[in-house]
C-alpha cells in the first residue's frame, strides 16, 4: 500500500478503462458532497464528508487545515471513497474508488490547484492514487446488479447477481 511504483493517476486508469471511468466520473461530478473513509491512530475507521476534483491527471480531495480526515491522511493514507448515491434510485450506479492518498506540497502544483480551484487557505491537497474502482449498477432489465471491478493492470471484471 503505497508503492510509488504501481500508484495510479485518475487519467491512467481512465485510459485503462475508458467507459467505466466515464460513469464513475459522472457519479463523482453529479453532486457535490461524497463519503471518505480513513483510518484513526488505533486503526479504526472514521467516515467524513468531502468534496472531490479532477484536476489534471487526477483526482484530488481538499481539506480544511488541520482537519482530522487530513491528518489521518498524513499519517496512513489509505482511503476508501464513496461517491454520493443521491436519490436513491440507483441511477448512473453506485461508485466508489480506494487506493492511498498523497499530500501535494509542492509549491508549483499547488498553485495550478488554487488558481483553478481557488480554495480558502491555508487547506490540505491530496492526490488519490488508485488501486481500485468499483461500479455497481441494475441491469437494463432492472433483474440483477451488475458490479464492475477494475484494479491497476487487470481488465475490468463485471459480474451480475440476480
Given at each position: ?96 474508488v480506494s487506493g492511498t492518498a498523497v ?60
Open positions: 500500500m503505497g508503492d510509488n511504483a504501481r500508484m495510479t493517476t485518475w487519467e491512467e486508469f481512465s485510459s485503462a478503462a475508458p467507459e467505466l471511468a466515464a460513469s464513475v466520473r459522472a457519479r463523482f461530478e453529479a453532486t457535490k458532497h461524497h463519503v471518505l473513509a480513513t483510518l484513526r491512530r488505533d486503526g479504526s475507521p472514521r467516515v467524513s464528508g468531502t468534496e472531490v476534483r479532477f484536476h489534471g491527471p487526477d483526482l484530488v480531495l481538499g481539506s480544511m487545515w488541520q482537519a482530522v480526515k487530513a491528518r489521518d491522511l498524513q499519517r496512513d493514507g489509505r482511503f476508501a471513497l464513496h461517491a454520493n448515491p443521491g436519490d436513491g434510485s440507483m441511477e448512473g450506479g453506485d461508485a466508489k499530500e501535494v506540497t509542492d509549491p508549483v502544483e499547488r498553485r495550478g490547484f488554487i488558481d483553478a480551484e481557488q480554495p480558502p487557505e491555508p487547506f490540505h491537497l491530496f492526490r488519490l492514487h488508485i488501486d481500485e474502482v468499483v461500479r455497481v449498477s441494475l441491469r437494463d432489465d432492472q433483474q440483477a446488479l451488475v458490479i464492475e471491478t477494475w484494479r491497476p493492470g487487470a481488465p475490468v471484471k463485471r459480474v451480475e447477481r440476480a
